[in-house]
């Protein structure tokens, strides 16, 4: 019974988004109502999950321990099915609102629905191939839905470079896979905490390289970026409870294997304080709102991942929760002013918040949430996270990463918030419908509530129940000081933010010429540039140099051949052809000496005869009376005869 | 005796094509595709009857329909054939793609009879070389394919074909004489004296004797490697695939490039078990350095056909680094090297399904407008959704998305070789980006964009010239037609096998496990 609660919740999105990709157009009327009733059955199916606890396995790889398709709920799982359940359902009510009508809805749908199965896989495996079967289903689905547009320019490039990103990352897990059969024998996740020795270092730090590459830690942050040319309820999806939390729920899962090896633990806890402080910067210096929020995005779950490495399994969850909630509420209301006023640059939206008051107020809670300002979520959740990291560099990095958080948190404020000018540049990006529906505004409140409301983390019988749930008992929780200290110093640095941005902007315009704005020149470290140079050269030697060597090589036999033909033609033949010629001569010559000489002697004779017959044919005339003269010659020449003979 | 019906039977029809002159040409191309189709059948019902690691070694035992006759008793040679779980898969790859090319050439119109009675002549050819399991039977079927090939290449290719076909023929024709030799030493090596591939393996030749039993590997890895084909003696099939017609590369890349990995397995590693071993690592290295060469040339192509030839050497490298480390017996335990081996017969059918549909997706280009540079088309998905649809779907199957087929083979290798040649495999998993680069580049510069075609140089050229033939010329560009009825039936079920195998693995893994464990175990020797 439970297992089959457990299939449904991942086969019902992968089979209706399966369908209707198959049925393409024909689909497009009820791919909407479908994708929420979907998503809807989901969620339930997803609580139920988490009540019961189920655990399924379908045959896949027969051939090794651990190659079948395992799916688990445990606690930490319990709480982020739930999690992407609950994130799934709005968010498609959101684009089931907001979607234009002329869209290609099917396609959108199914993909949708596809990505969400893969996450809904992603954090139950139990298996490697479980998890890497989902892992990189999610970032082509991902492809997929950032270059959903794929006919207006730049925005399929904008998915290449989404997936290519993160499947440089991916390889990771291939090879972690790979290690871990050659360390424990079977590739099931709970047995790699076992690993021990080199393959388990080996293994370690292909979990790490992947999940800094889903989670776009650092030095993979850039990818996100170019993210934000998909359709914002992609945005709201990826940024929140899919994709970017997959990384820091992997390295949370996986903590034991990290920390068994020394160093992984630590490296992991560094990349993601680094992010927070780095990225946070970079989302200080943009000017596009979905920027800002990509950016700290990668900034937030670089908390998650400091969570992981310094083993606070129950402040990441929290960071995640809290994170997902509020930054998808944050891109509803990114999506809906892009729509109703066509743009996403800072400068225009100034005041939306004064001109949609329902989304306004929603964002504001966001807002102030990601600033970290007490009593809402992330207050609690960071404070969480800081607790368990032991090392003073380590938790000031943090405590500064939080600090730009409430910066940038306020500097978006301080703009939305602000009276409207009445010049404003609408319409930059495409001609908006000055309308909001309330469809959107509802998912934007929606999600406002526990942005707010996850703040009662920061009982401690709330933070213990939860660590309870994740099997985290006695992971340290903060103190009360702690909880007083970070929360003046979000209030402190929003106040500040703000009062700059109001009094001093040429300093906010001043970090949007630097390097910042420009993600800090990460994108470069992701340039296809080199490979596609060594690859060309490579197809140059391949076509100079190998093709050419084998068409020498031939050319080389037809040269010989031809010498050979040559040495056939001039010496042997010749030799032949001489003797022959020679016979020829010879023949020719006894032909000569035959017709000259016997021949001729014969003619010769031949003819003497025949002139003696012509000769002794004249005196036969016929006429008697020469007879009788030839008669009595003859006579007289015989009488003579006789005379001189006697 | 139903395994000789399975070869024989296209060679059969072939024979009563090439004899019925006046046949018209629709009724030729319908007789094979019942041919293909009844062909295809019958290595189901095999499949059916074959009952997987029944036998305790998959290569010395358990052959299924197995016939051995007399034919060259003074060297023992013999018609010795029969199926195992090598062999089967890739007889059944050999029925599915001949099948879908069939149906693919429903529409020949150039000399369609003939056509069909080559391409079920070639059918026989590959078909006798799975099944061989003598030396001799095994050369002259291996022999055939390419006479076979050659035909169809110089025969009903473009472009520069004759060249083509014939570069293709010379090479290949050495590779296949180094083969002799090698065979040939193995025979001088047998005691006794024998070609029968199974006798052989029971006891193999040249034990004891590295410098003969390297020499005699270094001869049919030669034969084997510019079949298959390895760096650096891939150059003839770029040039091949770019001038053959679409089946016939379908075929050439879908099957013939398997009879050189085919023979790997079944020849070189359980006959030379010891040369094979002492050799594992050259082995590795070549797959490794095929796999970067082949991905790397393929994503700097400008033509579409050369690009996806490229792949294949890629493609190939997995294998050769699978069946290496297969060979590396004192780095890893048999469990991993069993993994890589498997990993690597399955990347054999895999790769034959997924090429085989994109080779095919080719063709439909050049019957659109008689060119695959990628700078003439552009925007596709327009006006032809579903080649789009096929094509991202073969794409991403070939660049080893989860899934589909390639996935499991690859992920196979990987994970089994990783223990054995730890350096080469991570290496070798970056392919697996450069690909997922290359085809997904492929799929931007042919899919999206402004729609844009080549006029079809074949057609009148309107008189007159001037802006009346600008205007035509435009209007003709942007309209291409999208797949119709028989590439879209040849195509789609190949594509659709490659999910149920990247779903379901477990259909052929079954199938294929014991007999790739059995290998390792002669090669463990």
């Given at each position: 019974m439970s297992a089959a609660v457990l299939a449904a919740l991942t086969g019902l999105p992968t089979v209706a988004g399966a369908a209707l990709l198959l049925c393409g157009r024909r689909a497009d009327r009820a791919a909407a109502p479908v994708a929420v009733a979907v998503t809807a059955a989901t969620l339930v199916l997803a609580a139920a999950a988490a009540a019961g606890r189920p655990e399924l396995s379908a045959p896949f790889l027969t051939t090794v321990e651990g190659g079948d398709l395992r799916l688990v709920v445990d606690g930490l799982s319990a709480v982020l099915v739930v999690l992407v359940a609950a994130v799934a359902l709005p968010v498609t009510v959101f684009a089931a609102a907001g979607l234009p009508r002329d869209t290609a809805r099917a396609r959108f749908a199914g993909l949708l629905l596809l990505f969400v199965a893969a996450m809904l896989v992603t954090v139950?495996?139990?298996?490697?191939?479980?998890?890497?079967?989902?892992?990189?289903?999610?970032?082509?689905?991902?492809?997929?839905?950032?270059?959903?547009?794929?006919?207006?320019?730049g925005k399929l490039a904008a998915g290449t470079v989404a997936f290519l990103t993160t499947r440089a990352a991916d390889l990771g897990l291939y090879v972690a896979a790979g290690a871990a059969l050659a360390a424990t024998g079977s590739l099931a996740l709970?047995?790699?905490?076992?690993?021990?020795?080199?393959?388990?270092?080996?293994?370690?730090?292909?979990?790490?390289?992947a999940a800094l590459g889903k989670s776009a830690q650092l030095p993979f942050s850039a990818w996100l970026s170019s993210a934000m040319q998909g359709p914002s309820p992609v945005s709201a999806l990826l940024h929140s409870a899919t994709m970017v939390a997959a990384g820091g729920y992997l390295l949370l899962r996986l903590h034991p294997l990290l920390a068994g090896t020394g160093w992984a633990a630590t490296a992991a806890a560094w990349a993601g304080a680094l992010t927070a402080l780095v990225l946070g910067l970079v989302a200080l210096a943009q000017t596009d709102v979905k920027q800002l929020l990509a950016a700290s995005t990668a900034a937030q779950i670089g908390f998650v991942v400091l969570a992981a490495g310094a083993g606070a399994t129950a402040g990441g969850t929290a960071q995640l929760v809290a994170h997902a909630a509020v930054k998808a509420g944050l891109f509803v209301a990114a999506g809906a002013w892009l729509t109703a006023l066509g743009t996403r640059e800072l400068a225009g939206l100034r005041g939306a918040a004064r001109r949609y008051p329902g989304v306004g107020a929603a964002v504001t809670v966001a807002a102030l949430a990601l600033a970290g300002v007490p009593p809402l979520s992330l207050w609690a959740s960071k404070d969480e996270v800081l607790a368990g990291v032991e090392s003073t560099a380590l938790h000031a990095v943090g405590l500064a990463a939080a600090v730009v958080a409430a910066g940038y948190s306020g500097r978006l404020l301080a703009v939305v918030l602000a009276r409207p000018g009445g010049e404003e540049a609408f319409d930059s990006e495409e001609p908006g419908t000055r309308r909001v529906p309330a469809?959107?505004?509802?998912?934007?409140?929606?999600?406002?509530?526990p942005a707010a409301g996850l703040g009662v983390l920061a009982l401690p019988a709330v933070a213990e129940a939860l660590r309870r749930l994740l099997g985290a008992e006695g992971e340290p929780a903060p103190t009360g000081g702690a909880l007083v200290l970070s929360g003046a110093l979000a209030v402190a640095a929003l106040a500040g933010t703000v009062l700059v941005v109001r009094v001093r902007p040429g300093l906010v315009r001043a970090a949007e010429r630097?390097?910042?704005?420009?993600?800090?020149?990460?994108g470069r470290l992701l340039t296809p540039r080199p490979g596609l140079a060594l690859a060309r050269a490579l197809a140059v030697a391949d076509d100079r140099g190998l093709d050419r060597?084998?068409?020498?090589?031939?050319?080389?036999?037809?040269?010989?051949?031809?010498?050979v033909a040559r040495a056939d033609d001039g010496v042997l033949d010749r030799a032949v052809t001489g003797v022959a010629r020679a016979t020829r001569r010879a023949a020719d010559g006894s032909a000569r000496a035959d017709g000259g000489l016997v021949d001729g002697a014969v003619r010769a004779t031949a003819r003497a005869v025949r002139r003696a017959g012509t000769a002794a044919r004249r005196p036969q005339t016929g006429l008697l009376h020469q007879y009788y003269a030839q008669a009595a010659a003859g006579l007289g020449v015989l009488l003579l005869l006789l005379l001189v003979a006697r | 005796m139903l395994l000789t019906v399975v070869i024989f039977m296209p060679l059969a029809v072939a024979a009563?094509?090439?004899?019925?002159?006046?046949?018209?040409?629709?009724?030729?191309?319908?007789?094979?595709?019942?041919?293909?189709?009844?062909?295809?059948?019958?290595?189901?019902?095999?499949?059916?009857r074959f009952e997987p690691g029944t036998g305790a070694s998959g290569v010395v035992n358990g052959f299924a329909s197995e016939v051995d006759l007399r034919w060259i008793p003074t060297v023992d040679a013999g018609y010795h054939v029969g199926a195992d779980g090598l062999s089967l898969p890739l007889m059944a790859l050999t029925g599915v793609l001949f099948l879908a090319c069939a149906v693919y050439s429903l529409r020949e119109t150039d000399r369609p009879r003939t056509y069909a009675a080559l391409f079920l002549f070639l059918q026989t050819a590959c078909l006798g070389t799975f099944a061989a399991l003598d030396l001799i039977l095994f050369f002259v079927f291996f022999d055939l394919t390419i006479v076979g090939m050659y035909f169809v290449i110089a025969g009903w290719g473009h472009g520069d074909a004759r060249r083509s076909a014939l570069t293709f023929f010379l090479y290949t024709f050495v590779g296949s004489l180094a083969l002799l030799v090698g065979f040939i030493g193995l025979f001088l090596g047998s005691e006794p004296r024998t070609f029968d591939m199974v006798a052989l393996a029971a006891d193999p030749p040249l034990a004891g004797s590295p410098v003969a039993g390297g020499l005699v590997l270094l001869a049919i890895g030669l034969g084997l490697a510019?079949?298959?084909?390895?760096?650096?003696?891939?150059?003839?099939?770029?040039?091949?695939?770019?001038?053959a017609p679409a089946t016939g590369s379908a075929v050439l890349a879908g099957v013939l490039l398997k009879l050189g990995t085919y023979g790997f397995v079944r020849i070189a590693m359980p006959i030379l078990p010891e040369a094979w071993q002492r050799w594992a690592t050259v082995v590795v290295v070549f797959g490794v350095v095929s796999v970067l060469w082949g991905a790397l040339v393929a994503l700097a192509q400008t033509d579409v056909k050369r690009m996806i030839a490229y792949t294949s050497v890629n493609h190939m490298g997995y294998v050769l680094l699978g069946l290496g480390a297969a060979g590396m017996v004192a780095a890893a335990d048999e469990g991993a090297r069993t993994v890589a081996t498997v990993g690597a017969v399955y990347q054999m059918v895999s790769h034959g399904l997924l090429t085989g549909a994109l080779f095919l997706l080719a063709g439909v280009l050049w019957s659109r407008g008689h060119t695959y540079a990628f700078d003439r088309w552009g925007g596709l998905a327009r006006p032809a959704p579903l080649f789009a649809a096929a094509l991202a779907v073969a794409a991403f199957g070939s660049l080893g998305l989860p899934g589909l087929s390639g996935f499991v083979a690859e992920f196979q290798v990987f994970t089994g070789a990783l223990e054995a040649a730890p350096v080469a495999t991570v290496i070798a998993v970056l392919g697996i980006l450069v690909t997922a680069g290359l085809f997904l580049l492929a799929l931007q510069r042919l899919l999206t964009g402004e729609t844009t075609a080549p006029s079809p140089g074949r057609g009148p050229e309107p008189a007159g010239g001037g802006e009346g033939a600008t205007a035509v010329r435009e209007r003709t560009a942007v309209r291409v037609a999208d797949l119709r009825a028989p590439e879209l039936l040849a195509i789609v079920p190949l594509l659709a096998l490659s999910v149920v195998l990247g779903l379901l693995p477990w259909v052929l893994l079954?199938?294929?496990?014991?007999?790739?464990?059995?290998?390792?175990?002669?090669?463990?020797?």
């Amino acid at each position: 019974m439970s297992a089959a609660v457990l299939a449904a919740l991942t086969g019902l999105p992968t089979v209706a988004g399966a369908a209707l990709l198959l049925c393409g157009r024909r689909a497009d009327r009820a791919a909407a109502p479908v994708a929420v009733a979907v998503t809807a059955a989901t969620l339930v199916l997803a609580a139920a999950a988490a009540a019961g606890r189920p655990e399924l396995s379908a045959p896949f790889l027969t051939t090794v321990e651990g190659g079948d398709l395992r799916l688990v709920v445990d606690g930490l799982s319990a709480v982020l099915v739930v999690l992407v359940a609950a994130v799934a359902l709005p968010v498609t009510v959101f684009a089931a609102a907001g979607l234009p009508r002329d869209t290609a809805r099917a396609r959108f749908a199914g993909l949708l629905l596809l990505f969400v199965a893969a996450m809904l896989v992603t954090v139950t495996a139990a298996t490697l191939p479980a998890l890497l079967l989902a892992w990189e289903v999610m970032g082509a689905t991902s492809y997929a839905l950032i270059g959903f547009r794929w006919d207006e320019p730049g925005k399929l490039a904008a998915g290449t470079v989404a997936f290519l990103t993160t499947r440089a990352a991916d390889l990771g897990l291939y090879v972690a896979a790979g290690a871990a059969l050659a360390a424990t024998g079977s590739l099931a996740l709970p047995d790699l905490r076992a690993a021990a020795g080199g393959w388990a270092d080996l293994a370690a730090a292909g979990v790490l390289v992947a999940a800094l590459g889903k989670s776009a830690q650092l030095p993979f942050s850039a990818w996100l970026s170019s993210a934000m040319q998909g359709p914002s309820p992609v945005s709201a999806l990826l940024h929140s409870a899919t994709m970017v939390a997959a990384g820091g729920y992997l390295l949370l899962r996986l903590h034991p294997l990290l920390a068994g090896t020394g160093w992984a633990a630590t490296a992991a806890a560094w990349a993601g304080a680094l992010t927070a402080l780095v990225l946070g910067l970079v989302a200080l210096a943009q000017t596009d709102v979905k920027q800002l929020l990509a950016a700290s995005t990668a900034a937030q779950i670089g908390f998650v991942v400091l969570a992981a490495g310094a083993g606070a399994t129950a402040g990441g969850t929290a960071q995640l929760v809290a994170h997902a909630a509020v930054k998808a509420g944050l891109f509803v209301a990114a999506g809906a002013w892009l729509t109703a006023l066509g743009t996403r640059e800072l400068a225009g939206l100034r005041g939306a918040a004064r001109r949609y008051p329902g989304v306004g107020a929603a964002v504001t809670v966001a807002a102030l949430a990601l600033a970290g300002v007490p009593p809402l979520s992330l207050w609690a959740s960071k404070d969480e996270v800081l607790a368990g990291v032991e090392s003073t560099a380590l938790h000031a990095v943090g405590l500064a990463a939080a600090v730009v958080a409430a910066g940038y948190s306020g500097r978006l404020l301080a703009v939305v918030l602000a009276r409207p000018g009445g010049e404003e540049a609408f319409d930059s990006e495409e001609p908006g419908t000055r309308r909001v529906p309330a469809a959107t505004t509802a998912v934007a409140a929606a999600f406002a509530v526990p942005a707010a409301g996850l703040g009662v983390l920061a009982l401690p019988a709330v933070a213990e129940a939860l660590r309870r749930l994740l099997g985290a008992e006695g992971e340290p929780a903060p103190t009360g000081g702690a909880l007083v200290l970070s929360g003046a110093l979000a209030v402190a640095a929003l106040a500040g933010t703000v009062l700059v941005v109001r009094v001093r902007p040429g300093l906010v315009r001043a970090a949007e010429r630097g390097p910042l704005h420009r993600w800090a020149g990460l994108g470069r470290l992701l340039t296809p540039r080199p490979g596609l140079a060594l690859a060309r050269a490579l197809a140059v030697a391949d076509d100079r140099g190998l093709d050419r060597a084998v068409h020498a090589a031939a050319g080389g036999v037809r040269r010989l051949a031809a010498a050979v033909a040559r040495a056939d033609d001039g010496v042997l033949d010749r030799a032949v052809t001489g003797v022959a010629r020679a016979t020829r001569r010879a023949a020719d010559g006894s032909a000569r000496a035959d017709g000259g000489l016997v021949d001729g002697a014969v003619r010769a004779t031949a003819r003497a005869v025949r002139r003696a017959g012509t000769a002794a044919r004249r005196p036969q005339t016929g006429l008697l009376h020469q007879y009788y003269a030839q008669a009595a010659a003859g006579l007289g020449v015989l009488l003579l005869l006789l005379l001189v003979a006697r | 005796m139903l395994l000789t019906v399975v070869i024989f039977m296209p060679l059969a029809v072939a024979a009563v094509l090439a004899a019925a002159r006046g046949l018209p040409g629709r009724t030729a191309s319908a007789v094979w595709v019942v041919a293909s189709a009844v062909d295809l059948a019958l290595v189901a019902w095999l499949w059916w009857r074959f009952e997987p690691g029944t036998g305790a070694s998959g290569v010395v035992n358990g052959f299924a329909s197995e016939v051995d006759l007399r034919w060259i008793p003074t060297v023992d040679a013999g018609y010795h054939v029969g199926a195992d779980g090598l062999s089967l898969p890739l007889m059944a790859l050999t029925g599915v793609l001949f099948l879908a090319c069939a149906v693919y050439s429903l529409r020949e119109t150039d000399r369609p009879r003939t056509y069909a009675a080559l391409f079920l002549f070639l059918q026989t050819a590959c078909l006798g070389t799975f099944a061989a399991l003598d030396l001799i039977l095994f050369f002259v079927f291996f022999d055939l394919t390419i006479v076979g090939m050659y035909f169809v290449i110089a025969g009903w290719g473009h472009g520069d074909a004759r060249r083509s076909a014939l570069t293709f023929f010379l090479y290949t024709f050495v590779g296949s004489l180094a083969l002799l030799v090698g065979f040939i030493g193995l025979f001088l090596g047998s005691e006794p004296r024998t070609f029968d591939m199974v006798a052989l393996a029971a006891d193999p030749p040249l034990a004891g004797s590295p410098v003969a039993g390297g020499l005699v590997l270094l001869a049919i890895g030669l034969g084997l490697a510019v079949k298959t084909p390895l760096f650096p003696f891939h150059t003839w099939l770029p040039d091949a695939h770019t001038d053959a017609p679409a089946t016939g590369s379908a075929v050439l890349a879908g099957v013939l490039l398997k009879l050189g990995t085919y023979g790997f397995v079944r020849i070189a590693m359980p006959i030379l078990p010891e040369a094979w071993q002492r050799w594992a690592t050259v082995v590795v290295v070549f797959g490794v350095v095929s796999v970067l060469w082949g991905a790397l040339v393929a994503l700097a192509q400008t033509d579409v056909k050369r690009m996806i030839a490229y792949t294949s050497v890629n493609h190939m490298g997995y294998v050769l680094l699978g069946l290496g480390a297969a060979g590396m017996v004192a780095a890893a335990d048999e469990g991993a090297r069993t993994v890589a081996t498997v990993g690597a017969v399955y990347q054999m059918v895999s790769h034959g399904l997924l090429t085989g549909a994109l080779f095919l997706l080719a063709g439909v280009l050049w019957s659109r407008g008689h060119t695959y540079a990628f700078d003439r088309w552009g925007g596709l998905a327009r006006p032809a959704p579903l080649f789009a649809a096929a094509l991202a779907v073969a794409a991403f199957g070939s660049l080893g998305l989860p899934g589909l087929s390639g996935f499991v083979a690859e992920f196979q290798v990987f994970t089994g070789a990783l223990e054995a040649a730890p350096v080469a495999t991570v290496i070798a998993v970056l392919g697996i980006l450069v690909t997922a680069g290359l085809f997904l580049l492929a799929l931007q510069r042919l899919l999206t964009g402004e729609t844009t075609a080549p006029s079809p140089g074949r057609g009148p050229e309107p008189a007159g010239g001037g802006e009346g033939a600008t205007a035509v010329r435009e209007r003709t560009a942007v309209r291409v037609a999208d797949l119709r009825a028989p590439e879209l039936l040849a195509i789609v079920p190949l594509l659709a096998l490659s999910v149920v195998l990247g779903l379901l693995p477990w259909v052929l893994l079954d199938v294929i496990e014991p007999a790739a464990a059995a290998v390792v175990e002669l090669v463990g020797r």
